[in-house]
């Protein structure tokens, strides 16, 4: 019934990204971590991407983690978001490695382990500036008697993020840190911490440029492969594509209306108080979706005579009125997404989805099934 809006994913483009990603990765001996959560472990884009070359998923979802182990159980699952308390039965059941910074959590860890027989592995969190996530260069010596407390959450590497809060980008400094702190838990612990997990897509401008450390060892990549972007440093990565992701829209509504609002202006439905340029009387379309499935500042329109004017919780406003064609109610517009927009159109209940290989729409997989049997893949984090 739901045939529109739809997200379109072109599963031949996201293996192409996914082939070109690893392939730079793998020359400087750096393993490609797919994360899946901007699509929401969508099984079928998630297959491209182990077939294009990735080496394990990675999702902030226990949930996703869950589908991608029914799907893909021979592919280690990378929990990026550090658990919460309530979360640990099924992350220590499920997650192949988790993230964590806090000696609270590795002590959980520790004792969920117990419970279940099982052993876990821990990627520590350094916060390098970006100000989320991590713990500070201070702290390790505290982790180091945590871990040796604790045997049975093995360390397994050490990780930071970049640009996700404060927008701090990665450096090569802040990286060779990252590099110094794998070394200092190395030497409190006794044991090899394989791991160097040197951020997410924003890196790869790095390892471009020449400067990404030696000792990074592990990317976690998600933007660049599903969307060929790049929004820490406002890029489309000039060898990636970026026809990978669409959206599909259906106009409700069709009519020339004068382009002011009339009357007092106050707050719009979300809080926030507009302001109009007067284009005289133009040509306006509505389409049958809004903020409740999206951002709609994260469309851009394919037809590049279109113009998002806005959105309310059920309706996306546009200006048409340069269109060389007349745009009818019924018509169908697309849309190129940015990473937010595609974030929220994959978790919309309300939008359909629909993937394509080489132009033609093919068999999706069940958003809860099994896609069958999955191809072998190197696992980064070694044997459980």
């Known amino acids: 019934m739901d045939a529109y809006p739809r997200l379109c994913i072109h599963l031949d483009r996201i293996r192409e990204n996914a082939a070109r990603v ?38 902030s979802r226990i949930r996703n983690l ?65 100000r989320r996530e991590g713990i500070l260069e201070e702290e390790m010596e505290a982790f180091v008697r945590a871990f040796k407390r604790c045997p049975r959450v093995k360390l397994h590497g050490v990780g930071a993020n970049f640009a996700c809060f404060a927008g701090a980008l990665p450096s090569a400094g802040a990286l060779e840190r990252l590099a110094s702190a794998r070394s200092f838990m190395e030497d409190g612990l006794g044991y090899a911490v ?38 820490a440093w406002q890029r489309a990565i000039p060898w990636l594509r970026q026809d990978t992701v669409e959206l599909e829209a259906q106009v409700i509504e069709a009519r020339e209306k004068p382009s ?45 005579s279109v113009e998002v004017l806005g959105g309310s919780s059920d309706h996306t406003l546009l200006d048409v009125g340069g269109r060389p064609a007349v745009t009818r109610w019924g018509d169908v517009l697309r849309f190129g997404v940015d990473y937010g927009a595609m974030l929220s159109l994959s978790t919309s209940p309300y939008v359909a989805r629909a993937c394509f290989e080489d132009g033609r729409e093919v068999r999706a997989v069940p958003r809860g099934g099994r896609s069958g049997s999955a191809p072998e893949a190197c696992c980064p984090f070694g044997p459980p």
């Open 22 to 59: 690893a392939e730079r990765c793998r020359a400087h001996g750096i393993a490609v971590c797919a994360v899946t959560k901007g699509i929401s472990a969508d099984l079928n884009a998630a297959r491209a991407m182990l077939e294009g070359g990735c080496d394990a998923f990675a999702d």
């Open 66 to 130: 869950i589908r991608l182990e029914e799907a893909f159980p021979a592919v280690d699952r990378f929990l990026l978001r550090i658990p919460m308390r309530s979360e640990l039965e099924a992350v220590v059941r499920t997650a192949s490695c988790s993230t964590v910074s806090m000696i609270e959590a590795v002590e959980a860890l520790e004792a969920e382990c117990a419970a279940q027989g099982k052993t876990h592995r821990a990627l520590l969190m350094f916060d390098l500036g970006d």
């Open 194 to 231: 394989p791991v160097c997990s040197g951020g997410e897509t924003s890196s790869l401008k790095l390892l471009e440029e020449g400067t990404l450390p030696r000792d990074v060892n592990h990317l976690r990549v998600g933007e660049a492969i599903l969307l060929g972007g790049d929004v």
């Open 260 to 304: 002011r609002p009339e009357g007092p202006i106050g707050p719009d439905a979300f809080g926030r108080v507009q302001t109009f340029e007067d284009r005289g009387r133009r040509l306006r379309a509505i389409l049958g979706i809004g903020r409740q499935d999206l951002p709609v500042e994260g469309l851009r329109p394919l037809d590049e």
